[in-house]
């Protein structure tokens, strides 16, 4: 095998590992195929290029796949990576005696089975209580469990 390819399979390595640990950690199937092209490369550098330029290969690659992590880990790659957003959204608290059972209202988006009802011109958060109800049909509140808002259809 020649230099080129060794060096093809060892750079193949070195980016499966570094996707590895960089973009799919917990995958481990790039690392360890990273690992393999790596340990691959200097094998075939032994075994076909001889002990010098073999232990040349050997250093380079251990220092390049150390220096590469680490360096990786240092330039804020994990800040570059990494979610800052938060969510300050808080669910809206019902009011206890703004809905009561045996309310009725309208669907505004489809229940599968979560979905927003209109009761008294407010808009809630509603579970249906055994199917799928389309938007834009007629419901009744059949039971109130803390905030969550149980409704049926009302057959015409």
Same mark, same amino acid.
Do not use: C
């Given at each position: 095998?020649?230099?080129?390819?060794?060096?093809?399979?060892?750079?193949?390595?070195?980016?499966?590992?570094?996707?590895?640990?960089? /973009?799919?950690?917990?995958?481990?199937?790039?690392?360890?195929?990273?690992?393999?092209?790596?340990?691959?490369?200097?094998?075939?550098?032994?075994?076909?290029?001889?002990?010098?330029?073999?232990?040349?290969?050997? /250093?380079? =690659?251990?220092?390049?796949?150390?220096?590469?992590?680490?360096?990786?880990?240092? =330039?804020?790659?994990?800040?570059?990576?990494?979610?800052?957003?938060?969510?300050?959204?808080?669910?809206?608290?019902?009011?206890?005696?703004?809905?009561?059972?045996?309310?009725?209202?309208?669907?505004?988006?489809?229940?599968?089975? $979560?979905?927003?009802?209109?009761?008294?011109?407010? =808009?809630?958060?509603?579970?249906?209580?055994?199917?799928?109800?389309?938007?834009? $049909?007629?419901?009744? /509140?059949?039971?109130?469990?803390?905030?969550?808002?149980?409704?049926?259809?009302?057959?015409?």
């Amino acid at each position: 095998m020649s230099l080129t390819a060794i060096i093809i399979l060892f750079l193949v390595g070195m980016l499966l590992l570094l996707l590895e640990v960089f /973009v799919l950690p917990g995958t481990n199937v790039a690392g360890i195929f990273g690992l393999l092209f790596i340990i691959g490369a200097i094998f075939y550098s032994y075994r076909d290029l001889g002990t010098p330029t073999a232990h040349f290969v050997l /250093v380079g =690659s251990l220092l390049l796949t150390g220096g590469s992590v680490l360096l990786g880990l240092r =330039s804020n790659t994990w800040n570059r990576l990494s979610l800052k957003t938060t969510i300050s959204s808080k669910m809206a608290n019902m009011e206890p005696n703004e809905v009561a059972v045996g309310a009725k209202g309208v669907t505004i988006t489809r229940m599968n089975p $979560m979905g927003r009802i209109l009761i008294n011109d407010k =808009s809630f958060e509603a579970k249906s209580s055994h199917r799928f109800i389309d938007q834009e $049909m007629p419901i009744e /509140v059949v039971k109130i469990e803390g905030n969550q808002i149980i409704v049926k259809l009302i057959e015409t």
